[in-house]
Nanobody, 123 residues
Framework: VQLQASGGGLVQAGGSLRLSCAAS????????MGWFRQAPGKEREFVAA????????YYADSVNGRFTISRDNAKNTVYLQMNSLKPEDTAVYYC?????????????????WGQGTQVTVSS
């Protein structure tokens, strides 16, 4: 299973970015997908998750209302639209593929991880 994340970059506070994660190697539409992030010196934290169909989503409090997770099962791709970015959103963002179809928000519930994409928000 391969997960290829892209779309990171440098953006000013208040700006937007859209992350993408293309998956291959398993039946994408059977599994939940999630985004996590890790800032320097901090532990990895949950950001957002979406169930197999896309009808159910879950967000960390810190991004709720600013970030939107979505998926296109025909393209085997999950997205993270990030608006109103803040300097504290600076981190390496990882996509992950779940062990089941329902929404999961802990790292242990994800079987496969992408390589990460850097998001830097300047003040």
């Amino acid at each position: 299973v391969q997960l290829q994340a892209s779309g990171g970059g440098l953006v000013q506070a208040g700006g937007s970015l859209r992350l993408s994660c293309a998956a291959s190697g398993r039946t994408f539409s059977n599994y939940a997908m999630g985004w996590f992030r890790q800032a320097p010196g901090k532990e990895r934290e949950f950001v957002a998750a979406i169930n197999w169909s896309g009808r159910s989503t879950y967000y960390a409090d810190s991004v709720n209302g600013r970030f939107t997770i979505s998926r296109d099962n025909a393209k085997n791709t999950v997205y993270l639209q990030m608006n109103s970015l803040k300097p504290e959103d600076t981190a390496v963002y990882y996509c992950a593929s779940g062990v089941r179809g329902s929404v999961q928000y802990t790292g242990a519930d994800y079987a496969y991880w992408g390589q990460g994409t850097q998001v830097t928000v300047s003040s």
